[in-house]
Structure formats: C-alpha cells, structure tokens
C-alpha cells in the first residue's frame, strides 16, 4: 500500500466512485427516457471500471510481482473499453438521430 501517495490514493479512489456513479446515473437516465442506448452505454462502462480496479487492486498491493498479470487485464479491459465505448457512443447517436425523424 505504500506505492502510492495519499493524495494518490484519493484519487485514484475517488475516479472509481465516480466511475461507479456516473454508471448509475447513465443507468437511471435509460430507465427514464426508456432508451435502451442508455442501458448500452452503462453497460460498455464496465470494462474501464475493471480496469480501474486492477490498477487500485495492484497498487494496493505495493506493485507485488505475484499480481503483474493484473497490469496484462487491466489493459485488456482498457482496450476493450475504448471499442464498447465507442460501440455506444455510436449506438446513441443512431438512436438520436432516429429520434429526429
């Protein structure tokens, strides 16, 4: 637990609340517009939340080379992430633009 800072540690906590939050609200907005494009988008936050917590799980434990395979997840999940993020944003936009018409 040492290898971080405390103001390090905050913030890198406090990211993944945040993450977990936003999540939620993202969530909570599909079930009130009832667009499904929103549940999407919640959904392909996952692997970025993974991959945040790989990082705190590993740092947590002072960067132990026992745990190095979690570097190799965490950025599989960052990859996998950016592309389900992606995949959303751009589902969202199909959405809205059938909304339009």
């Known amino acids: ?5 405390i103001p390090t540690w905050l913030i890198h906590i406090s ?13 909570s907005y ?3 517009t009832e667009n499904r494009a929103w549940w999407g988008l919640s ?6 939340l993974i ?4 990082a705190c799980t590993w740092h ?3 960067n132990s080379p026992n745990l190095e395979w979690l570097v ?4 599989a999940m960052t990859v996998t992430g950016n592309f389900t993020l992606c995949i959303a944003a751009w589902w969202l936009w199909r959405t809205s633009k059938s909304l339009e018409t």
């Open 1 to 5: 637990m040492h290898a971080l800072s």
């Open 15 to 27: 990211s993944v609340i945040e993450w977990i939050v936003a999540i939620l609200l993202i969530w």
């Open 30 to 32: 599909g079930v009130i």
């Open 43 to 48: 959904y392909a936050m996952l692997p970025a």
């Open 51 to 54: 991959s945040a917590m790989c």
């Open 60 to 62: 947590y434990f002072d």
């Open 72 to 75: 190799t997840l965490q950025a």
